[in-house]
C-alpha cells in the first residue's frame, strides 16, 4: 500500500513537474506565407517588409530553441503581388493552396488586402496580419475575425492630415484633394473631406484617378482648377510619379501647398519620382509606437544587412513574432486556435508585459499558457473586436530641396 | 475655348497610342486569326529597349527607338519561326492560339524583369516643357509623340493600301485560300504582319513612356484592354478601324470631362466611358464601325 501511494504520488509530481516545463509540450511548426510587392513601385516596401518577416521568423525560432520549446516558425514562402489585388488573390491562393501555410504576413496595400481576404483568406479560414494596409474599409470588412492588421486606420491619419493643414493654413481655406481610385485612396480621401468640412474648411475639386491610365494630364488639369489654398493627395509612388510631372506641367500646382501621405515618406521613393516635383511639400506617416525602434533597425541591419530599410518594416516583424507567440500559446496552428491566441499575446487580455527584446522570455510564457502584452519594435497591438491594432503615433514630415525628410517629434500626433 | 483644346490634346495623344498599338493587333488577328495577348509586353518590351539604349548606353534617342523597332520586329520574328508557324502547321484552333498567345505574354514579362529589373525609368527627356496654345498647356514631349504618332499612322494607312506587301496582306485575311492559290506567298505575308505588329508594338512604348513620364514593367499590361477595345470599337480585324477606333476611344475618354457633359464624368469614370461607347456602337453596329463595309486587312 505505501509503495502503491509512494509511485502515485511520484507519478502525480512528474506529471505536475513535465506539465509545466514547455520542452516537453507537442512541437508546433508554424508556417507562415508572406505577400507583399517585391517588383514595381512599391518594392522598396515590400522587400524590406518581407525581410523583417523572415527575421522575425528566424528570431522566434531562435527563441524557441532557448526556451526549450519544440518546434519552429518558419516563413515558408514570400510571393509578389505587385500591390495589384488581382496579383495579391492569385499569391494568397497559392500560399493557401499549394505551400498549405497556416497563417500570412502581408499584404502591404488596402486594395490587396480586402481582394486576398475577400477572395481567399476569409473563405478557407486562414488568419492574416496585414502589414501597412490603413484603409478605414478594413474595420468593417466582415472577415470572421481572421483578418488582422498591426498597420493603424487611416481614420487617424485622416484627422492628422487634417490638423497638419489646419496649423499651416488655418481652418478656413479651401482644400483640394487628389486620390488613386482604389480600397486605400478613395476611403482616406473620405475621411480627410469629411475632416475638412467638419472643421469649417470649403473642398475645392476632389478629383479621383485610376492608376492604369494612359495619362494624367486630364486629371491634373481638375485638380489644379479653382487655384485651391492647399492640395492633399493620397496616392502610391508609382503611379504618382505619372501624375507629379503632369501637376507640375499644369503650371498651377506647388509642391510647397501640397500634403502626401506615408507611402512618400521615403527618400529613395522621393529620389525616383523627382526630386524637383516634391521639393517643399509635406505628409504625414504613421510612427513606430513600439519600444527600442532605433535598438531594432540596429540589430535588423546587422542581421540583415543588403536590405533596404522603410520606415513601416517593424509592422511585418511584430506580425508575424505575434502569430508564432499564438501559435504557441494555443499549442496550435489552427486557425481557431491562432484566432483566440493573437488577442492573449498581443495585450488584449492584459498579462505580463514583454518587449521584442525578449523573446525567449515571450515564448515560454507563451508556452506555459500565459496571457502575456508583446510590446513590438513597431506597436503593442492589444487587437480590438475587429481585429485593428490599439493607438497609433503620426509625424508630419517636409520634404527638403534635396530631397531629405526631415520632421519634428513635438508636431507628433498620438492617439 | 482652352478647356477644349486641351482635353483635345489629351485626347488625341492617348488615342494615338491607343490607334497605334490597336492597329497591329488588328492586322494579326486579320491575317492569322490570332488575339495577341502579349502586345501589350511588346510596349514594355520597345520602351525598355529605348531606355537601356538611350540612357545607359547613351546613344542617340532617335537610334535608339529605331533599334528598339527593330529589337521588337526580331522579337515576332522569332517567335513566328519557332512558336506561330509551327502551331499552323499543326492546325492548332483558336482556343489553343489564344492559349499560347497568353502563355508568350506569361512568359515575357519576367524575362523582361530579368533583363531590365523592376525599377521605375525615365528617358533623358525633359517632360516639364510645355507650350501656351490659346489658354492650354501643351507639354513638348507629348506635341512630339503627336506629331510622330500622326506620322506613323498615315504610314502605315498608305503602307496597307498602296505597297504591294501591304495589298497583299488584305488579300489573304479577305480570304486566305484564295491568296494562297493565286500565288501570294503565304510565309512572307504571315511574317510581314508579325513584323509590322512588333515594331508598332515597341514604337507604342516610347511613345507611352514619353507621355507618362516614367515606366515600369506593368506599363504595357495595364493598356492592354484599352486596345483591345479599339480593335473591337472599329471592327476585329480591320486595320483602319483599329486606327479610328483608337483615336476615337482616346478623344472620347478625355473630352468625357469637358464640363458640358453633365458637368464633366469624374476622371475615376474614364473607363466607363470608353466601354459604354464601345456597348453603344455594337449595339446600333455590332461589326464595329466598320463593319459595313466588310474591309479586311
Not at chain 1, 503611379?239 to 521615403?266: C, H, I, Q, S, Y
Not at chain 2, 483635345?8 to 498599338?21: D, E, T
Not at chain 2, 508598332?200 to 506599363?219: D, K, P, R, T, W
Request: overall charge positive; aromatic content about 10%; charged content about 15%.
Amino acid at each position: 500500500m505505501k509503495i502503491k501511494l509512494v509511485f502515485i504520488a511520484t507519478a502525480l509530481a512528474s506529471t505536475l513537474v513535465l506539465g509545466s516545463v514547455p520542452a516537453q509540450a507537442a512541437a508546433i511548426d508554424m508556417k507562415i506565407g508572406t505577400i507583399h510587392p517585391l517588383t514595381g513601385g512599391n518594392a522598396d516596401y515590400g522587400i524590406g517588409l518581407t525581410s523583417a518577416a523572415e527575421w522575425a521568423a528566424e528570431s522566434v525560432t531562435k527563441a524557441m530553441k532557448s526556451a526549450r520549446v519544440a518546434g519552429s516558425c518558419k516563413i515558408t514562402a514570400s510571393e509578389d503581388d505587385q500591390a495589384t489585388p488581382a496579383l495579391a488573390v492569385e499569391a494568397a491562393t497559392k500560399l493557401v493552396k499549394s505551400n498549405k501555410v497556416n497563417a500570412i504576413v502581408g499584404p502591404l496595400t488596402s486594395g490587396s488586402t480586402l481582394g486576398a481576404a475577400q477572395s481567399v483568406t476569409v473563405p478557407n479560414n486562414i488568419v492574416m496580419i496585414a502589414t501597412a494596409a490603413s484603409s478605414p474599409t478594413i474595420t468593417k470588412f466582415a472577415d470572421k475575425d481572421l483578418l488582422f492588421r498591426t498597420y493603424p486606420s487611416d481614420a487617424f491619419q485622416g484627422k492628422v492630415i487634417v490638423a497638419a493643414v489646419q496649423k499651416a493654413y488655418g481652418k478656413g481655406v479651401t482644400l483640394s484633394i487628389g486620390a488613386r481610385n482604389d480600397a486605400f485612396g478613395t476611403a482616406l480621401a473620405n475621411v480627410v473631406t469629411n475632416e475638412w468640412v467638419k472643421g469649417g474648411g470649403d473642398i475645392g475639386r476632389k478629383v479621383l484617378w485610376n492608376p492604369e491610365n494612359a495619362t494624367f494630364d486630364s486629371e491634373a488639369k481638375l485638380l489644379t482648377e479653382g487655384s485651391p489654398d492647399v492640395w492633399v493627395i493620397v496616392d502610391f509612388p508609382d503611379t504618382f510619379a505619372k501624375v507629379g510631372p503632369a501637376l507640375v506641367r499644369t503650371g498651377k500646382w506647388d509642391p510647397k501647398k501640397t500634403f502626401f501621405t506615408e507611402a512618400m515618406n521615403n527618400e529613395a521613393v522621393i529620389q525616383t519620382i523627382g526630386v524637383s516635383v516634391m521639393a517643399g511639400a509635406r505628409g504625414t506617416a504613421a510612427k513606430s509606437i513600439g519600444i527600442s525602434a532605433d535598438k531594432w533597425k540596429a540589430d535588423r541591419k546587422a542581421a540583415k544587412p543588403n536590405t533596404k530599410e522603410t520606415f513601416v518594416d517593424a509592422s511585418a516583424y511584430d506580425a508575424t513574432v505575434l502569430l508564432c507567440l499564438a501559435a504557441i500559446h494555443g499549442k496550435s496552428t489552427k486557425s481557431s486556435a491562432l484566432i483566440k491566441s493573437l488577442r492573449a499575446v498581443s495585450g488584449s487580455q492584459g498579462g505580463t508585459v514583454i518587449p521584442w527584446t525578449k523573446l525567449t522570455d515571450a515564448v515560454k510564457a507563451a508556452a506555459a499558457g500565459k496571457k502575456i502584452t508583446y510590446q513590438g519594435a513597431w506597436t503593442t497591438a492589444k487587437f480590438d473586436a475587429a481585429g485593428d491594432s490599439s493607438g497609433a503615433l503620426f509625424k508630419v514630415f517636409s520634404i527638403d530641396t534635396a530631397g531629405k525628410i526631415t520632421s519634428n517629434d513635438a508636431d507628433d500626433v498620438r492617439f | 475655348m482652352s478647356d477644349l483644346i486641351q482635353y483635345l490634346f489629351n485626347g488625341l495623344v492617348v488615342g494615338s497610342i491607343f490607334a497605334i498599338a490597336a492597329v497591329g493587333i488588328s492586322l494579326l488577328y486579320s491575317v492569322l486569326r490570332l488575339v495577341n495577348f502579349a502586345a501589350g509586353d511588346f510596349l514594355t518590351l520597345g520602351a525598355f529597349i529605348t531606355y537601356f539604349l538611350s540612357v545607359t548606353l547613351e546613344l542617340n534617342f532617335f537610334f535608339s527607338i529605331v533599334v528598339s523597332m527593330l529589337a521588337g520586329m526580331g522579337v515576332s520574328w522569332f517567335l513566328e519561326l519557332v512558336l506561330w508557324r509551327n502551331l499552323r502547321r499543326n492546325k492548332a484552333g483558336t482556343l489553343a492560339l489564344f492559349l499560347v498567345a497568353t502563355g508568350v505574354a506569361l512568359m515575357l514579362r519576367p524575362i523582361i524583369q530579368f533583363l531590365f529589373g523592376t525599377e521605375t525609368r525615365k528617358f533623358n527627356v525633359d517632360i516639364f516643357k510645355t507650350y501656351d496654345f490659346f489658354g492650354a498647356r501643351i507639354a513638348h514631349t507629348q506635341l512630339l509623340v503627336l506629331i510622330f504618332a500622326s506620322a506613323s499612322i498615315l504610314t502605315i494607312a498608305l503602307f496597307i493600301s498602296k505597297a504591294r506587301i501591304g495589298k497583299d496582306m488584305r488579300a489573304y485575311a479577305n480570304n486566305p485560300g484564295l491568296a494562297s492559290v493565286s500565288g501570294i506567298n503565304v510565309d512572307r505575308v504571315v511574317l510581314a504582319t508579325w513584323l509590322i505588329s512588333g515594331a508598332l508594338g515597341s514604337l507604342a512604348g516610347v511613345f507611352q513612356g514619353l507621355v507618362q513620364g516614367q515606366f515600369n514593367n506593368a506599363m504595357g499590361e495595364s493598356l492592354l484592354l484599352s486596345f483591345f477595345a479599339a480593335v473591337v470599337l472599329g471592327t476585329i480585324g480591320d486595320a483602319y478601324g483599329a486606327l479610328v477606333g483608337g483615336m476615337l476611344l482616346g478623344l472620347f475618354m478625355e473630352l468625357s470631362q469637358l464640363s458640358i457633359f453633365f458637368g464633366g464624368v469624374p476622371s475615376n469614370y474614364k473607363p466607363v466611358v470608353a466601354f459604354a461607347t464601345l456597348v453603344l456602337v455594337l449595339l446600333f453596329k455590332p461589326e464595329g464601325l466598320f463593319g459595313y463595309r466588310a474591309r479586311k486587312v
